[in-house]
């Protein structure tokens, strides 16, 4: 057995407000494995954004413990939290959260700029070039944001969740803001990447594309109420 | 009224979950406006309010203008029987009263206090209905050369002076040997026209008959007096200009009569004017209260654009609600109703603080400006201060509120919630928000640095040195309660006995028979007796104790001694000013100066530089080399009746005890003034300490504004960029990477403004070359670097502040699009 990327144990997040508690997440345990391909699914609040972040190291859970590499990650620094996103987490958001006032170039080759080690300009270029022709958009380098579409946008921040090479791509509702033609573009080459060996954690609602991943895992009121392989069918 | 009601307490409830940005509001609102209704209050008090007297549009001074025979004007003060002939000519006026002012010590009140006085004519408080707590005014029995002795009170000196006593009514006060019988009290709401000085309050009115005019004065058409004047009311038939032309023939025929025997005054003639008392009593106050209204308005539209950028931050905040509101039906004006219950809720608390500040800023008026301008005691919180109050609530609270709500861009707020609260429905270009910061670090680094150079300038004459001591050193002024003026050789054996009594006393360390340096020099024509070249130098008496006493070191020759005084010797000690100007190489000993008289003074000494502040200095022939003001010091006379004593460290001496200790030796004589050195230089520094205190405050102010204004468009710009921060967040970048960021992305901005800073300079120097170019001295540059690394820090703190709320939290705060 290797060392799973990302491994949760009795995992909680509770928000609160004013004057009242929300328990988002209680008690999850997972782990995603090297080459994984695994959705998160469930009805909208059941926290599997939340979980998604928490594992993304976009946000700190309140209880439990967070494995990255086998390390433990749950009382990292925000700076420290930082470096690991940078170097071993790719994001791709529903909203694209591309930087309008930067060109599709400077978009992508932001991660390698913002790392500790620098790289040359002529290694991000590579880099930059290969992401660009992984997700078919080379040609458009040079344009801003605002001038592809959704599905072209969304390309652009795969290549950018793959430039700095990370260990995992995590995926928040990458359809979500996309017609369903680009919507299966998107996941057909997410679906391609990990067949390359990028591993894949996907949430979505779209029972659809949840189906395609190789393991899904389902929450509700932030709990796993079950999870199931390809090749181990088994009803929730 | 229930909506309004339900508004404003939604209103209030947002507002109570942002205390910095109310606080913020609050603060810079409050005292702008406050400013604002101070200097509006008193520019219609001045400009507009009418003088509290009956006919007041008739009320008219009369002046003395003595023209010399190139028609130049030698001076605007009466002599003594011009003014008793036009008084007594009636031309012109319906009523006119004459008045004289002086300074005199009650001798018969305990604690010998010296009051203003002022010597009129019955007529003046009928002509100004003056309002009356006791007794009556002046009577035709008390008219002039009635010679009868009566007084009136000012509230505040029966309050003070004689502790409110209602029995005050025919007890007698004794000032200058005459004994008045009390008859009024003037009512507290009483106010006098300030003819001769602004901010001076006669205490004490007196027949016009006791004035302190020797009888020479009384005589003399060749004799100008500044303390004289004349009031009335005009003719209803006769025009001002009629006046004048009636008067100037009156007053100049008796006064050429006067003259015709005087070959001095050849050719001059005296041309009468005739002012209206508000004129008179205004001055050059209208101008000042001009100038400070617009410095005020110049404030508060800073203090604006400043709160408009921190709403345009807070309507960014807002967005959300708003777009979630517009999804369930809210218009425009819903919007815009809801934000005019935020922006009237913070413009109602921050009046409220306006006018408590505006209250204080009348009572500092009261006590700092008196004597700067006319008419402050009337200042109060009135119908046109809280209508202005009124007016300005409605239209900020309106302007705000509209101002929010033009930057909503209505159709873009559904995106706002489409986009699950990413996106912006704002409308405020990244053109304008870089215009809008450039702008206020152009305009901040001007009024730093201008402030900057006149706190400068006036801490420099604060902390200049002053050459002596005033360390335990006072001047006593003696008062001589007699008609009858005592002659030298009479006063000379009673200044002996004073001055033992006063060197016996076991505070005083040491003691000098002249006054102290501040207590002031004149203007003295002398003549070289070598080569008749004439100077005008200022001129002091001093005895041998005097130098040392202030620690003025003498440089060269001799001290006066006691036998120069007793013999009257005619020798003199020059200051190195002086020299410099008698002889290049300032080697003046034995030189021979004239003061007219037959016998030249012999200089003797030469005693180094002092500076009074206050003073001006002078160019030495044009060489641009700093000399000091000239001085010469001439023997005091064994009779002269004042002294300067220095304490002994943490000693004091009282008037009273003072007094006591004249009565001992004379009791005619009395304490005319008794001034510590310290308190005379703080009041000839009142200007620089006023200006220093003002600029340091004004500075503070500016900083204060400048860093709101610039948080407020820097925070509403990061709050635009909220989910491009929390995208970078999440792909790896560090805080220092997005502080960096961001002050790289206003860098261009803020030097934009710096740049546009010299602009101004530049334009400023075109238009005030000649105000402006004093000023420009190397000096000027650490000053300017002092500024723009202040700016820098304030422009720094307002990159920081509102990034902090987003990189200080886990990245997914920024990307969730809400808190």
């Given at each position: 057995?290797?060392?799973?990327?990302?491994?949760?144990q009795?995992?909680?997040?509770?928000?609160?407000?004013?004057?009242?508690?929300?328990?988002?997440?209680?008690?999850?345990?997972?782990?995603?494995?090297?080459?994984?391909?695994?959705?998160?699914s469930?009805?909208?609040?059941?926290?599997?954004?939340?979980?998604?972040?928490?594992?993304?190291l976009?946000?700190?859970?309140?209880?439990?413990?967070?494995?990255?590499?086998?390390?433990?990650?749950?009382?990292?620094?925000?700076e420290?939290?930082?470096?690991?996103?940078?170097?071993?987490?790719?994001?791709?958001?529903?909203?694209?959260?591309l930087?309008?006032e930067?060109?599709?170039?400077?978009?992508?080759?932001?991660?390698?700029?913002?790392?500790k080690?620098?790289?040359?300009?002529?290694?991000?270029?590579?880099?930059?070039?290969?992401?660009?022709?992984?997700?078919?958009?080379?040609?458009?380098?040079?344009?801003?944001?605002?001038?592809?579409?959704?599905?072209?946008?969304?390309?652009?921040?795969?290549?950018?969740?793959?430039?700095?090479?990370?260990?995992i791509?995590?995926?928040?509702?990458?359809?979500?803001?996309?017609?369903?033609?680009?919507?299966?573009?998107?996941?057909?080459?997410?679906?391609?990447?990990?067949?390359?060996?990028?591993?894949?954690?996907?949430?979505?609602?779209?029972?659809?594309?949840?189906?395609?991943?190789?393991?899904?895992?389902?929450l509700?009121?932030?709990r796993?109420?079950?999870?199931?392989?390809?090749?181990?069918?088994?009803?929730? | 009224?229930?909506?309004?009601?339900?508004?404003?307490?939604?209103?209030?409830?947002?507002?109570?979950?942002?205390?910095?940005?109310?606080?913020?509001?609050?603060?810079?609102?409050?005292?702008?406006?406050?400013?604002?209704?101070?200097?509006?209050?008193?520019?219609?008090?001045?400009?507009?309010?009418?003088?509290?007297?009956?006919?007041?549009?008739?009320?008219?001074?009369?002046?003395?203008?003595?023209?010399?025979?190139?028609?130049?004007?030698?001076?605007?003060?009466?002599?003594?029987?011009?003014?008793?002939?036009?008084?007594?000519?009636?031309?012109?006026f319906?009523?006119?009263?004459?008045?004289?002012?002086?300074?005199?010590?009650?001798?018969?009140?305990?604690?010998?206090?010296?009051?203003?006085?002022?010597?009129?004519?019955?007529?003046?408080?009928?002509?100004?209905?003056?309002?009356?707590?006791?007794?009556?005014?002046?009577?035709?029995?008390?008219?002039?050369?009635?010679?009868?002795?009566?007084?009136?009170?000012?509230?505040?000196?029966?309050?003070?002076?004689?502790?409110?006593?209602?029995?005050?009514?025919?007890?007698?006060?004794?000032?200058?040997?005459?004994?008045?019988?009390?008859v009024?009290?003037?009512?507290?709401?009483?106010?006098?026209?300030?003819?001769?000085?602004?901010g001076?309050?006669?205490?004490?009115?007196?027949?016009?008959?006791?004035?302190?005019?020797?009888?020479?004065?009384?005589?003399?058409?060749?004799?100008?007096?500044?303390?004289?004047?004349?009031?009335?009311?005009?003719?209803?038939?006769?025009?001002?200009?009629?006046?004048?032309?009636?008067?100037?023939?009156?007053?100049?025929?008796?006064?050429?009569?006067?003259?015709?025997?005087?070959?001095?005054?050849?050719?001059?003639?005296?041309?009468?004017?005739?002012?209206?008392?508000?004129?008179?009593?205004?001055?050059?106050?209208?101008?000042?209260?001009?100038?400070?209204?617009?410095?005020?308005?110049?404030?508060v539209?800073?203090?604006?654009?400043?709160?408009?950028?921190?709403?345009?931050?807070?309507?960014?905040e807002?967005?959300?609600?708003?777009?979630?509101q517009?999804?369930?039906?809210?218009?425009?004006?819903?919007?815009?109703?809801?934000?005019?219950?935020e922006?009237?809720?913070?413009?109602?608390?921050?009046?409220?603080?306006?006018?408590?500040?505006?209250?204080?800023?009348?009572?500092?008026?009261?006590?700092?400006?008196?004597?700067?301008?006319?008419?402050?005691?009337?200042?109060?919180?009135?119908p046109?201060?809280?209508?202005?109050?009124?007016?300005?609530?409605?239209?900020?609270a309106?302007?705000?509120?509209?101002?929010?709500?033009?930057?909503?861009?209505?159709?873009?707020?559904?995106?706002?919630l489409?986009?699950?609260g990413?996106?912006?429905?704002?409308?405020?270009?990244k053109?304008?928000?870089?215009?809008?910061?450039?702008?206020?670090?152009?305009?901040?680094?001007?009024?730093?640095?201008?402030?900057?150079?006149?706190?400068?300038?006036?801490?420099?004459?604060?902390?200049?040195?002053?050459?002596?001591?005033?360390?335990?050193?006072?001047?006593?002024?003696?008062?001589?309660?007699?008609?009858?003026?005592p002659?030298?050789?009479?006063?000379?054996?009673?200044?002996?006995?004073?001055?033992?009594?006063?060197?016996?006393?076991?505070?005083?360390?040491?003691?000098?028979q002249?006054?102290?340096?501040?207590?002031?020099?004149?203007?003295?024509?002398?003549?070289?007796?070598?080569?008749?070249e004439?100077?005008?130098?200022?001129?002091?008496?001093?005895?041998?104790?005097?130098?040392?006493?202030?620690?003025?070191?003498?440089?060269?020759?001799?001290?006066?001694?006691?036998?120069?005084?007793?013999?009257?010797?005619?020798?003199?000690?020059?200051n190195?000013?002086?020299?410099?100007?008698?002889?290049?190489d300032?080697?003046?000993?034995?030189?021979?100066?004239?003061?007219?008289?037959?016998?030249?003074?012999?200089?003797?000494?030469?005693?180094?530089?002092?500076?009074?502040?206050?003073?001006?200095?002078?160019?030495?022939?044009?060489?641009?080399?700093?000399?000091?003001?000239?001085?010469?010091?001439?023997?005091?006379?064994?009779?002269?009746?004042?002294?300067?004593?220095?304490?002994?460290?943490?000693?004091?001496?009282?008037?009273?005890?003072?007094?006591?200790?004249?009565?001992?030796?004379?009791?005619?004589?009395a304490?005319?003034?008794?001034?510590?050195?310290?308190?005379?230089?703080?009041?000839?520094?009142?200007?620089?300490?006023?200006?220093?205190?003002?600029?340091?405050?004004?500075?503070?102010?500016?900083?204060?504004?400048?860093?709101?204004?610039?948080?407020?468009?820097?925070?509403?710009?990061?709050?635009?960029?909220?989910?491009?921060?929390?995208?970078r967040?999440?792909?790896?970048?560090?805080?220092?990477?997005?502080?960096t960021?961001?002050?790289?992305?206003?860098?261009?901005?803020?030097?934009?403004?710096?740049?546009?800073?010299v602009?101004?300079?530049?334009?400023?120097?075109?238009?005030?070359?000649e105000?402006?170019?004093?000023?420009?001295?190397?000096?000027?540059?650490?000053?300017?670097?002092?500024?723009?690394?202040?700016?820098?820090?304030?422009?720094?703190?307002?990159?920081?502040?509102?990034?902090?709320?987003?990189?200080?939290?886990?990245?997914?705060?920024?990307l969730?699009?809400?808190d």
């Amino acid at each position: 057995m290797t060392t799973p990327i990302i491994k949760v144990q009795q995992l909680g997040k509770v928000f609160s407000t004013n004057d009242m508690l929300t328990h988002a997440l209680q008690g999850i345990e997972l782990e995603i494995q090297q080459g994984e391909y695994i959705s998160i699914s469930g009805p909208s609040g059941c926290g599997k954004s939340t979980l998604l972040s928490i594992m993304g190291l976009l946000d700190f859970p309140t209880t439990g413990k967070l494995f990255f590499e086998g390390k433990d990650i749950s009382q990292l620094s925000m700076e420290q939290t930082a470096a690991i996103r940078n170097k071993k987490i790719g994001f791709i958001f529903q909203q694209f959260n591309l930087i309008d006032e930067l060109s599709i170039y400077d978009n992508i080759a932001l991660p390698l700029r913002y790392a500790k080690q620098p790289t040359s300009d002529k290694k991000i270029k590579e880099k930059v070039d290969y992401c660009l022709d992984v997700v078919g958009m080379l040609s458009k380098a040079g344009r801003r944001p605002t001038q592809l579409s959704g599905g072209q946008q969304q390309c652009i921040a795969i290549a950018r969740a793959l430039v700095a090479e990370p260990s995992i791509l995590l995926v928040d509702e990458p359809t979500g803001n996309l017609d369903s033609k680009n919507s299966d573009q998107i996941m057909a080459t997410l679906e391609a990447l990990n067949n390359q060996g990028t591993t894949l954690c996907v949430v979505t609602h779209d029972i659809r594309y949840a189906e395609m991943a190789k393991r899904k895992v389902y929450l509700l009121d932030g709990r796993i109420l079950g999870q199931t392989r390809f090749d181990h069918q088994s009803m929730y | 009224m229930r909506i309004l009601i339900r508004q404003h307490k939604q209103a209030w409830a947002s507002l109570k979950k942002k205390p910095g940005f109310v606080l913020t509001v609050l603060m810079t609102m409050g005292i702008t406006l406050g400013a604002l209704l101070c200097a509006i209050t008193l520019n219609y008090l001045l400009l507009v309010e009418p003088l509290p007297y009956p006919d007041q549009d008739r009320l008219f001074v009369a002046e003395h203008g003595v023209t010399g025979a190139k028609k130049e004007t030698k001076g605007l003060a009466f002599t003594y029987p011009g003014l008793v002939h036009l008084y007594k000519s009636k031309a012109a006026f319906e009523q006119a009263a004459i008045m004289s002012y002086g300074e005199d010590v009650i001798v018969s009140h305990n604690s010998q206090p010296l009051v203003n006085t002022a010597y009129i004519t019955p007529e003046l408080h009928q002509i100004l209905a003056s309002p009356l707590a006791l007794g009556r005014m002046f009577e035709a029995s008390e008219a002039m050369d009635t010679h009868n002795p009566v007084a009136m009170l000012s509230y505040n000196t029966w309050q003070q002076e004689f502790n409110g006593n209602v029995d005050i009514l025919e007890q007698k006060i004794n000032i200058r040997g005459v004994s008045y019988r009390i008859v009024g009290v003037l009512a507290e709401h009483f106010i006098e026209p300030e003819l001769e000085e602004i901010g001076r309050e006669t205490q004490v009115w007196l027949p016009f008959d006791f004035n302190s005019a020797g009888e020479g004065q009384r005589q003399s058409f060749g004799n100008i007096s500044g303390n004289l004047k004349f009031i009335g009311l005009l003719n209803k038939e006769v025009s001002q200009s009629q006046a004048v032309q009636l008067l100037t023939p009156l007053v100049n025929d008796r006064w050429q009569e006067g003259v015709a025997e005087i070959s001095f005054f050849k050719g001059w003639s005296i041309d009468m004017r005739v002012r209206p008392v508000k004129e008179v009593m205004l001055g050059q106050s209208e101008s000042i209260a001009i100038m400070l209204l617009a410095g005020v308005v110049g404030l508060v539209l800073i203090a604006c654009a400043n709160i408009s950028n921190l709403f345009m931050a807070r309507t960014a905040e807002k967005q959300r609600q708003m777009a979630i509101q517009a999804a369930i039906g809210a218009t425009k004006k819903h919007l815009f109703k809801a934000m005019l219950a935020e922006t009237s809720i913070l413009m109602f608390m921050s009046i409220i603080l306006a006018l408590v500040i505006a209250k204080s800023g009348f009572y500092i008026m009261q006590q700092y400006l008196g004597a700067v301008l006319p008419r402050v005691n009337e200042l109060s919180l009135n119908p046109i201060t809280f209508g202005c109050a009124v007016l300005v609530t409605v239209v900020f609270a309106l302007f705000f509120a509209k101002l929010s709500t033009r930057m909503i861009n209505y159709r873009a707020l559904n995106t706002t919630l489409q986009s699950s609260g990413k996106g912006s429905g704002l409308q405020v270009s990244k053109k304008t928000r870089q215009v809008l910061i450039a702008s206020q670090v152009a305009l901040a680094t001007v009024l730093v640095f201008a402030n900057f150079s006149l706190l400068k300038d006036a801490v420099k004459t604060i902390n200049a040195p002053l050459g002596f001591t005033t360390t335990n050193i006072s001047t006593l002024r003696l008062n001589f309660s007699s008609t009858d003026s005592p002659s030298q050789e009479e006063s000379i054996p009673i200044m002996a006995g004073i001055m033992e009594k006063l060197e016996a006393l076991p505070q005083v360390e040491s003691l000098s028979q002249s006054g102290s340096p501040l207590d002031g020099f004149y203007l003295r024509a002398l003549t070289n007796v070598a080569n008749n070249e004439r100077y005008t130098p200022f001129l002091k008496g001093a005895d041998q104790r005097y130098f040392n006493m202030i620690e003025q070191p003498l440089l060269q020759g001799d001290n006066f001694t006691r036998v120069d005084r007793q013999d009257g010797n005619n020798v003199m000690i020059v200051n190195q000013a002086f020299a410099k100007q008698l002889k290049a190489d300032g080697d003046v000993l034995g030189l021979q100066l004239s003061m007219g008289g037959p016998d030249p003074h012999k200089i003797i000494g030469i005693v180094k530089d002092i500076a009074i502040p206050g003073e001006t200095a002078i160019e030495d022939d044009g060489s641009a080399e700093y000399t000091g003001v000239p001085r010469a010091y001439v023997a005091s006379r064994l009779g002269a009746q004042t002294f300067m004593l220095k304490l002994k460290s943490g000693q004091s001496v009282s008037r009273e005890q003072l007094g006591k200790l004249l009565a001992e030796v004379d009791s005619r004589y009395a304490v005319f003034s008794f001034n510590s050195a310290d308190d005379i230089l703080t009041q000839r520094l009142f200007s620089e300490i006023t200006t220093a205190v003002t600029t340091a405050v004004l500075a503070g102010l500016v900083f204060l504004l400048a860093g709101i204004g610039l948080y407020g468009i820097l925070s509403y710009g990061t709050q635009l960029r909220r989910f491009e921060l929390g995208a970078r967040m999440a792909i790896g970048a560090t805080k220092q990477h997005l502080v960096t960021m961001i002050i790289n992305d206003n860098a261009k901005s803020v030097l934009v403004g710096f740049i546009g800073s010299v602009v101004l300079f530049a334009l400023a120097y075109i238009g005030l070359s000649e105000y402006i170019q004093p000023f420009l001295t190397w000096q000027v540059l650490p000053m300017i670097v002092a500024t723009l690394i202040l700016i820098t820090l304030v422009t720094l703190f307002a990159c920081y502040w509102p990034l902090r709320k987003y990189i200080n939290k886990p990245a997914i705060f920024s990307l969730r699009g809400s808190d």
